[in-house]
């Protein structure tokens, strides 16, 4: 039995698991800053947006593919009569909006507070903005918590990370820490996810730029971004 497939674990550490299988088989880019390789157009073919109230595939096939690996490794890994914790989404803004409505969203604030405690397998959003770059003002990158350590501490594992999966350490205090969207083990859930329809956003553009979560570009996106984050302090 494949790991990521084991009934035992939870789903956040099947994803996991999987996620350490693409790292030691060595999944990456063709090439550095190519942003696609055969196994990634693999990531990004399950991936949808909701349009007009119907999931859409977006038949993409290069570009940033950090949130494309956390949809993938919940795909892999959600076995039957699970409840997916988000929708497979190329963009790090539609994750999060998915599991905001589902009520899976936890500020950095909040953990440290003691209002949530971190798991294996969660999901970390990071903010990748540029100062003195308001257009840059919503850019993520998006990856798993690894493992949980001491004191505010935890490894990260994701991809689009120099090209490739790679496995970093964090802690609570950092800066660039927005917050973490949990991953139960146990569904259905009390409250139905119902997602953002993204038929009235204009999308700019898809073209790529590392690690940055530069995924879905928005015209509007400020109108959205105190509804998806909070004001940043």
Request: aromatic content about 10%; glycine content about 10%; proline content about 5%.
């Amino acid at each position: 039995m494949k790991k990521w497939q084991d009934p035992s674990l939870t789903l956040g550490e099947r994803c996991v698991a999987f996620g350490e299988n693409e790292l030691a088989n060595g999944v990456a880019e063709d090439r550095k800053g190519s942003y696609t390789s055969p196994r990634l157009r693999e990531y990004f073919a399950i991936c949808t947006r909701i349009i007009n109230g119907k999931e859409v595939n977006l038949n993409f096939k290069a570009g940033n593919w950090c949130s494309a690996g956390v949809s993938f490794s919940l795909y892999e890994s959600l076995l039957p009569g699970e409840t997916k914790p988000h929708g497979y989404r190329l963009g790090v803004v539609e994750v999060v909006a998915d599991c905001q409505k589902a009520g899976l969203w936890h500020s950095t604030a909040d953990v440290k507070a003691g209002k949530y405690s971190i798991r294996k397998g969660d999901i970390i959003i990071f903010d990748r903005s540029t100062p003195g770059k308001p257009e840059t003002a919503w850019y993520r990158h998006i990856g798993r918590v690894q493992e949980v350590g001491a004191n505010g501490s935890f490894k990260c594992i994701s991809g689009n990370s120099g090209g490739q999966w790679r496995i970093s350490n964090h802690t609570l205090n950092q800066a660039n820490l927005l917050g973490f969207c949990a991953y139960p083990s146990d569904a259905p859930r009390s409250t139905p996810m119902t997602p953002t329809d993204w038929s009235n956003i204009d999308i700019l553009s898809l073209n790529p730029n590392e690690d940055t979560g530069k995924d879905l570009e928005v015209d509007n996106f400020f109108s959205l971004y105190s509804d998806l984050f909070g004001k940043k302090s």
